[in-house]
């Protein structure tokens, strides 16, 4: 419904069909073959066949950031693609799903392969002759679906960065950083040092820094949806503490000693304050010397 076709009409320029599209054509192929081996009897041999194609997939999850970015490009500039892609997304096959929607289609069919093959083999009797070849299949499905995954969770990874990096006033603070991950935010109230009122701070908490930030003001005609940067501790040489007893039971206090600074943390609700806790301490155990 869009790759044929738009090769016949000759919408897009074969280089730009291929950015979009990937391997596509081939992972289509390859799954055909397979569907016409299963439908004979024939599971061994279709297996061994279909898993020498696996890293199809593996080259399609790599295009696909590429692949949205380009087709983006091509809805805001192509008049004759974008009435054509809107005119095929009304097919009833679609279920009213956009292109957008059915381009990461191929990779959650992957993880579903690997469930189907795993099943297969545990109700397979390991004396039969199509048991190697399905333990094979289950491994090689297996390492893709690892590779794929990898792929999926480094790019989400990345928006993230660049969503915090975009909330931040100025770009003093550099998020965007190689080997940086992002764990978790929110809001925690800091317990100053000299009696004074606590202050409601927006933390984020990445594999190697900690930053600290404060909304800017509501009424600033830039920066009124962002936060200001206060402070970024590293994690090298943090230890975490929890403290008990300020309260009874509802929420608590964290402890963050940094070697030029301690930091009182506080929340009045007891999960946030544990799942801060586990989140820090995880992230400092595992912080690369």
Request: charged share 25%; with cysteine; hydrophobic share 35%.
């Amino acid at each position: 419904f869009f790759v044929t076709i738009l090769k016949a009409k000759g919408t897009l320029k074969p280089a730009v069909l291929e950015t979009i599209f990937g391997p596509l054509e081939s992972i289509c192929s390859a799954s055909h073959v397979l569907s016409l081996h299963l439908e004979r009897g024939n599971l061994g041999l279709g297996l061994e066949n279909f898993c020498q194609n696996l890293e199809l997939y593996g080259h399609y999850a790599e295009n696909l950031k590429k692949a949205n970015k380009t087709l983006k490009e091509q809805l805001r500039k192509n008049k004759s693609f974008r009435r054509f892609k809107k005119l095929q997304e009304t097919r009833p096959q679609f279920q009213g799903r956009k292109l957008e929607d059915l381009l990461p289609l191929p990779l959650q069919r992957l993880q579903q392969y690997k469930h189907f093959f795993r099943d297969l083999l545990e109700n397979t009797s390991p004396d039969s002759a199509e048991y190697q070849r399905l333990a094979k299949a289950v491994k090689s499905v297996s390492e893709v679906s690892r590779w794929v995954q990898d792929i999926i969770h480094k790019r989400e990874n990345s928006l993230q960065l660049l969503r915090v990096q975009k909330l931040l006033k100025g770009q003093k603070t550099q998020v965007l950083t190689p080997g940086r991950w992002y764990i978790r935010e929110g809001w925690l109230l800091v317990v100053p040092s000299k009696g004074e009122e606590l202050k409601r701070r927006m933390f984020f908490l990445f594999s190697d820094i900690f930053i600290a930030t404060k909304p800017c003001h509501p009424l600033h005609p830039l920066n009124s949806n962002k936060l200001a940067c206060q402070a970024v501790y590293p994690l090298h040489q943090c230890v975490v503490d929890k403290v008990f007893g300020h309260t009874q039971s509802q929420g608590g206090l964290l402890s963050l000693s940094f070697p030029h600074k301690t930091l009182l943390l506080m929340s009045s609700d007891q999960q946030d304050i544990n799942d801060w806790y586990q989140s820090l301490t995880a992230a400092v155990r595992y912080f690369p010397e």
